[in-house]
């Protein structure tokens, strides 16, 4: 079976199903879309990529990542997934919320006067993401309710903003070298209270600091920066306080991480910030077990008992059932076993695969291949013939025929 076709024919037939134009960014093809925001009097565009193994025809759903500055970093984050999902973390639906008009206003979360452009209405597009991009976003595309709210520059002071006052939205937090300095620290401050106050139990936060620690005096660096006083570093410096003050507080229940990267400018951060963020606040999603797998001597129990132990562990964290690995993985390691001559243990990892993605034809197809090559025509005609049903493709039509020829 060639499965890597048809993962990109059915990425191909999703993408072209959906009526909204498609842009692309880079390397990365989305769906442009927009919807009419009542609470900011204005249309808002949104760019959505879907993961790659979706089909219109399942009923699989996945979890969000919505990145603001979505016309400039919607990219750069789905060449990360690209990269790392399935091992790292998992198939997501990716959502870039366009900033491209009236950013400041949107992204700050105070009133500074003296400033030359609106600003300080971050709560009320707060409103707008909580009210009508997320009940939007949940009915238009397979989305659950586990989200990730991904931020850079004041698109990070947003991202802060809304773990400390609107914490149950997201789950986890990312948040890109923030303009944490903002309006005199005072987010910094209002954050002392809540951080010693709040629950934030099962929510996880990303904090990362570019190396432009002051634009004056290369004398400056990690190690000495907040002994500096100068405004020249009121920005790092806030960065590092709020780090400090949520390990402080880590009996708040809140998950933090905090790097520096040294080599990064404000501009660069965001592509190493998000590989780590991601990686590190999906750390419990990661493959165990992987050379027990791979081990022809591992027993059909032991596997059968890693295989619990990660649905059960996936469902603690997510909050819903999903299938403890890629359908893909259990197709590879049953075809794998075939050539191993463990004829029982291919059939276990077959029989997950239906077992774990009832509506998928490739999947009962794989399992008539299993029974193929056992010359057990019988229960070969009867698993094509549910991919057939399924799929309604000729393949899967001729492969009946052809079975029942051998009966």
Do not use: C
């Amino acid at each position: 079976m060639n499965f890597k076709i048809k993962l990109v024919a059915t990425l191909l037939i999703t993408l072209s199903s959906f009526s909204n134009a498609q842009i692309r960014q880079g390397n990365t093809i989305a769906i442009a879309d927009s919807l009419y925001s009542n609470v900011l009097n204005e249309s808002r565009n949104i760019f959505v990529k879907l993961p790659r193994d979706y089909s219109e025809n399942s009923n699989n759903k996945y979890p969000v990542v919505y990145i603001l500055d979505g016309e400039l970093l919607l990219s750069t984050l789905d060449l990360v997934h690209s990269y790392y999902n399935g091992g790292f973390f998992p198939e997501m639906v990716l959502v870039g919320i366009s900033n491209a008009n009236n950013r400041t206003r949107n992204l700050t979360t105070s009133v500074v006067e003296s400033f030359n452009q609106e600003n300080g209405k971050a709560n009320n597009f707060i409103k707008f993401i909580e009210t009508e991009l997320i009940p939007y976003v949940d009915k238009k595309y397979p989305a659950t309710n586990y989200r990730t709210l991904i931020g850079h520059s004041y698109g990070g002071l947003f991202t802060i903003n809304t773990l400390i006052n609107h914490t149950e939205l997201f789950d986890n937090y990312l948040a890109i070298d923030p303009s944490l300095d903002w309006d005199n620290q005072k987010l910094l401050k209002q954050a002392k209270n809540v951080l010693a106050t709040k629950n934030f139990d099962g929510k996880t936060v990303f904090i990362s600091l570019s190396g432009q620690l002051h634009m004056a005096n290369p004398e400056v660096t990690i190690e000495n920066v907040m002994e500096d006083t100068s405004n020249f570093t009121i920005f790092p410096r806030t960065n590092i306080a709020f780090s400090k003050l949520t390990k402080k507080n880590a009996n708040s229940g809140l998950t933090s991480n905090w790097k520096y990267y040294p080599n990064d400018l404000h501009g660069t951060v965001p592509l190493p910030s998000i590989i780590d963020g991601l990686i590190t606040m999906f750390k419990w999603y990661q493959w165990e077990n992987t050379s027990d797998f791979n081990n022809p001597e591992t027993s059909i129990d032991k596997i059968r008992e890693f295989v619990k132990y990660r649905e059960t562990k996936l469902k603690s964290h997510f909050g819903y059932l999903v299938p403890p690995y890629g359908e893909d993985l259990f197709n590879m390691l049953g075809y794998m076993n075939i050539d191993f001559d463990q004829l029982d243990k291919s059939l276990m990892y077959f029989k997950f695969a239906t077992y774990y993605y009832p509506n998928s034809a490739n999947a009962y197809d794989s399992l008539a291949d299993y029974y193929a090559a056992k010359k057990e025509y019988a229960n070969a005609l009867k698993y094509v013939t549910k991919a057939y049903d399924l799929s309604g493709k000729d393949y899967h039509k001729k492969r009946i025929e052809e079975y029942k020829s051998k009966l």
